[in-house]
């Protein structure tokens, strides 16, 4: 095994667990207390940080070395979860946001730093294989901190959980401070241009970034390419807990067996990425395929019945299906996105894949903010259509292309 894969799997994998842990665990703990979608959905103002990361890109990419980045923000989230374990939501509601906003902070800074790494150390024939580590890991960090935390937690309450996760980070900051690859890592800026390129000047970086070829394209698409699946991925298992699923077998299914569809979709998509001489032909076939899933998704909730052991076997297999699919999907735009930042100059290219990584969380964090209103407000069927109608979008945006692209 590469060590070089090796390491950013691990990174990867630590990275995805604040994410899970909110996204999973979460909605599904709230809504089990009798907390409306509106509040729900709002909660996902605390990935905030996510957006606003590319504010201190330009930090990490001309300060300090990787490495050293990588460690303080780690060691930040062990602290962040040492004290998390001290908290009960029901009692702490505020601490625990405060506790989770800080986490998702670090994480970002965490991020930002680890994409910087994988930009410097993966060659152009090698993106692909090291998207699939970067979407299967942190897609499997997802697993342990959501599903899996969420299937435990009636065993082990949410200190003894917070524990563990506090013991993952302090493993991945052992093996970090001896990797040999993140000796090399440095500051973007060379010596010889240092004085040029070191600035906070934001308008300045902005300009730069939006320089780089193909950066306007990629930036519509990143935005725009999650936002139907995003809705139905938010809100399905809501729908499923409404309609007689427990809590426990959301967190076997959707936190558990769909991610692993997942997690082999995005493997399959790195796979076909690395035989296929035109990523956006594959890429479009994805989304035309990711389309007829949610259509049939969208007709299973206008159908669904309570007591029907089919409805019930339906909605796992759509589960499986939709993530599937996305795996893929995800794989093949962060390759996109990571082509398009090997384009920039290496002053900026932290800076700019973080820019491309911050819009893709925009595009998803937006809607969902605002999709537990809008179910509450119409509906579950009339909210699905509006689904599928985002993904439908999608699929228009890729066909149009412009012919560089192509």
Not at 182 to 189: D, Q, V
Not at 315 to 339: K, N, P
Request: hydrophobic share 50%; with cysteine; charged share 10%.
């Amino acid at each position: 095994m590469n060590p070089r894969y090796v390491l950013l799997g691990l990174l990867y994998f630590v990275q995805g667990m604040p994410y899970g842990l909110q996204s999973s665990l979460l909605p599904i703990y709230f809504r089990s207390v009798g907390l409306s979608f509106t509040r729900i959905g709002l909660a996902k103002v605390l990935y905030l940080p996510w957006i606003l990361k590319v504010l201190w890109a330009p930090l990490v990419d001309q300060y300090l070395t990787k490495r050293s980045w990588l460690l303080l923000s780690m060691s930040g989230l062990l602290a962040a979860c040492l004290a998390g374990a001290s908290l009960t939501p029901e009692i702490h509601f505020l601490p625990v946001a405060a506790m989770l906003l800080l986490m998702n902070l670090l994480a970002s800074v965490q991020d930002i730093a680890v994409d910087g790494v994988a930009v410097q150390l993966l060659g152009q024939e090698e993106v692909g294989h090291g998207n699939t580590i970067q979407v299967v890991a942190y897609k499997m960090g997802s697993v342990v901190a959501g599903g899996g935390f969420l299937t435990l937690m009636n065993r082990l309450g949410w200190g003894c959980l917070f524990v563990f996760l506090a013991a993952i980070y302090l493993l991945a900051i052992l093996y970090a401070w001896g990797a040999p690859e993140l000796r090399g890592t440095r500051p973007s800026t060379s010596q010889e241009s240092c004085a040029r390129t070191r600035t906070l000047n934001l308008w300045w970086i902005l300009r730069e970034l939006l320089s780089v070829p193909d950066t306007p394209w990629t930036i519509g698409f990143v935005l725009l390419y999650k936002l139907g699946e995003q809705g139905a991925t938010t809100m399905f298992p809501l729908f499923l807990l409404d309609h007689g699923f427990s809590s426990q077998q959301l967190g076997l299914w959707t936190g558990l067996v769909a991610v692993a569809f997942s997690i082999v979709g995005s493997s399959l998509g790195g796979h076909l990425l690395s035989k296929q001489r035109r990523p956006l032909a594959l890429l479009r076939a994805l989304l035309l395929l990711r389309l007829c899933s949610l259509g049939a998704q969208t007709l299973l909730v206008s159908l669904y019945g309570d007591a029907v052991s089919f409805f019930q076997a339906a909605a796992v297999l759509s589960l499986s299906v939709q993530h599937f699919v996305g795996g893929m999907i995800t794989t093949l735009t962060f390759s996109l996105m990571m082509h398009c930042t090997q384009r920039a100059d290496s002053s900026i290219q932290a800076t700019h894949y973080s820019f491309l990584a911050a819009l893709e969380v925009l595009g998803k964090l937006a809607f969902s903010t605002l999709v537990g209103g809008l179910v509450d407000w119409l509906g579950f069927g009339a909210s699905f259509c509006i689904f599928l109608l985002l993904s439908l979008a999608s699929v228009l945006y890729v066909r149009w292309a412009p012919p560089a692209r192509r």
